[in-house]
């Protein structure tokens, strides 16, 4: 329980001492939030690759493991399988839109 404690004060106090100690001026702040939104665009559309990717990869797996112990519910699985994995995609392709806007305003 102490390392729990000890981890989350050092979190608390990195995460209250850099806010000062990062700030800025505001002409150094109008450069700075461009590549900002640069950096958040690469994190948030390789994050949401990575996620859909092993979402993708349980729902067939499971799917998979499903019709190889029933056989004949092979069709009752498949149907919402590739609608789920359809879905999936669908969460890429929008945080690949909004990555796309965020480097719009850079």
């Known amino acids: 329980m102490s390392k729990n404690k000890l981890a989350l004060a050092t979190i608390a ?4 001492a850099s ?3 990062l700030a800025q001026d505001g002409a ?3 450069t700075g939030g461009s590549s900002a939104a ?3 665009a690469g994190i948030a559309i390789g994050a ?3 996620g859909g ?3 993708q990869g349980r729902a067939a797996a499971a799917a998979l493991e499903g019709i190889s112990r029933n056989p004949g519910a092979a069709p009752r699985i498949q149907t919402p399988m590739i ?3 359809a879905l999936i995609e669908s969460l890429v392709l929008f ?6 806007q965020l480097l719009g305003k850079v």
């Not at 106090?13 to 209250?16: A, F, K, P, Q, R």
């Not at 945080?95 to 796309?100: C, K, V």
């Open 38 to 40: 640069a950096i958040g």
């Open 48 to 50: 949401a690759v990575v």
């Open 28 to 30: 150094a702040a109008a």
């Open 19 to 21: 806010s000062t100690a």
């Open 13 to 16: 106090m990195s995460t209250l």
């Open 83 to 85: 609608l789920g994995l």
């Open 53 to 55: 990717a092993l979402g």
């Open 95 to 100: 945080a690949f839109l909004i990555a796309f």
